[in-house]
């Protein structure tokens, strides 16, 4: 019984106490409480099928009260600095606003290269064909020129299906 | 007399314990497992589909002759014009914008015209993306999904 005070020199209990009760218990009310509110809490944001999209990182969605799932798709990325497509960065946001036209030339084409590969892959026979969707994921502070620009690039390019990514909101 | 002959003996006998040790197994298995399946940040999307092989959205669509209803976003308000109704203009008021009126006059424009569900939403150059997403929502709680946008 006393083995551990004095071989250690200290005493977790005093040896008293110990000899008196012979066992001690833990009190684990407390840490099941805390389990279970836990447990409630993970099970309601519990999700079957994952993150199918994946957000860049430099980015605020846009809150809404939107339903629909997202899809997989390509993913034009506007951030607060860079445009990207599929998480390459492609040219910088203010490169966009100061020249004069509405399309974007080198996101023009880098859509042009997917679309050819997409349409390529489609010949070899697999399930994807071209279907003209893609995926915009937007900065909450971008103005509205930039997107339209954006916009305007992906329907020259034959990407007329666009998914504006936002923030679910209950 | 006999109460107390029996709360004596539970005294000396101890306390009942629940054995909780298999709840507890099962907590420390699923807790980690939840918060590895855990989705904190929701995302859905918003359709918005531009009329095939056009740039811009908006008057291009003139394939059927639906009431079209066009709502300008300007740094000051809201416009909405649709056929044959004013609307009054929805000054913005500091920061924000004035969704709860816009929200009333589109509910006029579905009472009047129960079979439009089509708007057009141009924003000026500046308007912030947030703003717009804002506005797609009160449209479509509005009664009118089918939004394009015109530059």
């Known amino acids: 019984m006393n083995l551990s005070s004095e071989s250690t020199g200290w005493q977790l209990f005093p040896t008293r106490r110990r000899s008196r009760t012979g066992s001690f218990t833990l009190r684990l009310t407390s840490m099941i409480d805390m389990f279970t509110i836990l447990l409630v809490f993970l099970l309601k944001s519990y999700s079957a099928e994952g993150q199918i999209m994946t957000l860049a990182r430099d980015l605020r969605l846009p809150q809404s009260t939107a339903t629909l799932p997202p899809k997989t798709t390509s993913i034009v990325a506007i951030t607060r600095e860079w445009v990207l497509l599929d998480g390459r960065p492609i040219v910088r946001n203010s490169e966009v606003l100061k020249s004069g036209e509405l399309v974007i030339p080198s996101l023009l084409k880098e859509l042009q290269d997917l679309r050819a590969l997409t349409e390529g892959i489609g010949q070899l026979g697999a399930a994807s064909d071209f279907a003209g969707n893609i995926t915009i994921q937007g900065d909450r502070a971008t103005p509205f020129e930039l997107l339209k620009r954006v916009m305007v690039t992906c329907g020259r390019m034959g990407y007329n299906d666009m998914n504006l990514a936002v923030l679910r909101t209950e | ?151």
């Open chain 2, 1 to 151: 007399m006999n109460l107390k002959a029996a709360l004596g003996r539970s005294r000396t006998r101890g306390e009942a314990d629940v054995n909780i040790i298999g709840v507890l197994n099962l907590f420390l298995i699923l807790v980690p497992f939840l918060l590895l399946t855990a989705v904190f940040v929701k995302i859905a999307v918003l359709e918005l589909s531009l009329p095939a092989a056009g740039r811009k959205g908006g008057v291009a669509t003139a394939d059927k002759p639906a009431i079209l209803n066009i709502l300008a976003v300007e740094e000051d308000g809201f416009q909405l014009n649709s056929p044959y109704m004013s609307h009054a203009k929805l000054p913005r008021v500091g920061e924000s914008f004035d969704y709860k009126g816009l929200q009333d006059q589109l509910k006029a424009v579905k009472a009047k015209y129960p079979e439009s569900e089509d708007i057009v939403i141009s924003p000026a150059s500046s308007i912030l993306y947030e703003v717009i997403v804002k506005v797609m929502d009160t449209c479509r709680e509005a009664g009118f999904p089918n939004i394009s946008l015109a530059g």
